[in-house]
């Protein structure tokens, strides 16, 4: 039969050609570059749907907090944005002003039932050390957001360089036989060194979509990063308009 006929009019079939011609040590690595690329789908597709759910879920916990007169109004009411990274930076922070009018409260021996938020007031060393305490929270949610991410970039990164191992391994077997039958025929090289070049084809094929990918949603991180970011400063201007003193 005509291989280059073969591969040249049905790919696939050229491809399983490939395969079922390489060494052990070929077919492993395209076997783990197919599992790499499934689980690199994986992530992708789960993470893809987590961001967009969780700036969902922050774009409407920063529309109700914008409509709130007091920026402790919410944290009063209880929490109601529980997907929203931005409401859970919100949270501990206005844990961080409840602590601060608690102790303020038992030094002046007042029943914390007495705490009065439209009378109460906050230096600006507490609003620097509350800033700290929602800063603190960000590090936290953008933590959570990166999860497996690095797990991706490993994926795109290591897929070319085992895919390129493979085919260096199997040009490698091709020379060596070549060398014991004492022939220096390429027609006789071509198809060992065909499937040679499999696993760096499939590596690339992994590696490709893969960074694309990741640095999508990289951007979408560092979109929801940097928005966590503003909030804490917004918050902490609201918390000074509000509650510091004249």
């Not at 007031?121 to 953008?142: F, G, N, P, S, Y």
């Amino acid at each position: 039969m005509n291989v280059s006929f073969l591969t040249g009019a049905l790919p696939l079939a050229g491809v399983l050609w490939a395969f079922n011609i390489s060494d052990p040590v070929g077919k492993i690595i395209v076997v783990v570059l197919i599992f790499a690329s499934v689980f690199a789908w994986s992530i992708m597709a789960a993470k893809y749907l987590e961001l967009r759910k969780v700036g969902r879920a922050d774009a409407n916990f920063m529309r109700d907090f914008d409509q709130q007169h007091n920026p402790l109004e919410m944290f009063v009411r209880g929490p109601v944005h529980h997907d929203s990274p931005m409401a859970k930076v919100y949270a501990a922070a206005c844990l961080a002003v409840k602590r601060e009018f608690e102790t303020r409260a038992q030094k002046q021996q007042r029943p914390l039932s007495q705490i009065d938020l439209s009378q109460e007031r906050l230096t600006a060393l507490q609003i620097d050390a509350i800033r700290k305490v929602a800063e603190c929270a960000v590090a936290d949610q953008i933590l959570l957001l990166e999860t497996q991410m690095s797990m991706l970039g490993s994926t795109y990164t290591i897929a070319p360089m085992l895919g390129l191992f493979g085919t260096v391994w199997g040009i490698s077997v091709s020379f060596e036989q070549m060398a014991k039958q004492g022939s220096a025929n390429l027609s006789e090289a071509a198809p060992g060194i065909s499937s040679a070049l499999l696993t760096t084809i499939v590596g690339l094929l992994v590696a490709i979509p893969s960074a694309f990918g990741c640095n999508k949603l990289n951007d979408q991180i560092r979109f929801l990063s940097i928005q966590l970011e503003n909030f804490t400063e917004k918050f902490a201007t609201r918390l000074q308009q509000s509650f510091v003193y004249e």
